[in-house]
């Protein structure tokens, strides 16, 4: 099983990116595919999950800005930023689970991270 996490890089606050995160060896339409992230310094925090029984659910700090969905047929879930703030910045990451979680000890398969940084 592999999950491949793409789209990060830098951005100027209020700009946009477009997570990707794609599995191998794992169905997403059978899995709930979450997205965590850890800031400097900080725990790493879930953000949001597309969930195995459906729907989607973001934590209330960012819902205003943040989407996540998914395209079973792609095998790849998203999660798309708008409105990027400086406190956005960190690692981010996807994961799978065969069952609905928000707790990271939860999730069987992790993606590899990939790096957001917001400049002022």
């Known amino acids: 099983v592999q999950l491949q996490a793409s789209g990060g890089g830098l951005v100027q606050a209020g700009g946009s990116l477009r997570l990707s995160c794609t599995g191998s060896g794992v169905t997403f339409s059978r899995n709930t595919v979450a997205w965590f992230r850890r800031a400097p310094g900080k725990e790493r925090e879930f953000v949001a999950g597309?969930?195995?029984?459906?729907?989607?659910y973001v934590v209330d700090s960012v819902k205003d800005r943040f989407t996540i969905s998914r395209d079973n047929a792609k095998n790849t879930a998203y999660l798309q930023m708008n409105s990027l703030k400086l406190e956005d910045t960190a690692v981010y990451y996807c994961?799978?689970?065969?069952?609905?979680?928000?707790?990271?000890?939860?999730?069987?398969?992790w993606g590899q991270g990939t790096q957001v940084t917001v400049s002022s």
């Open positions: 994961a799978a689970a065969a069952r609905i979680a928000s707790t990271a000890s939860s999730y069987d398969y």
């Open positions: 597309a969930w195995i029984s459906g729907g989607e």
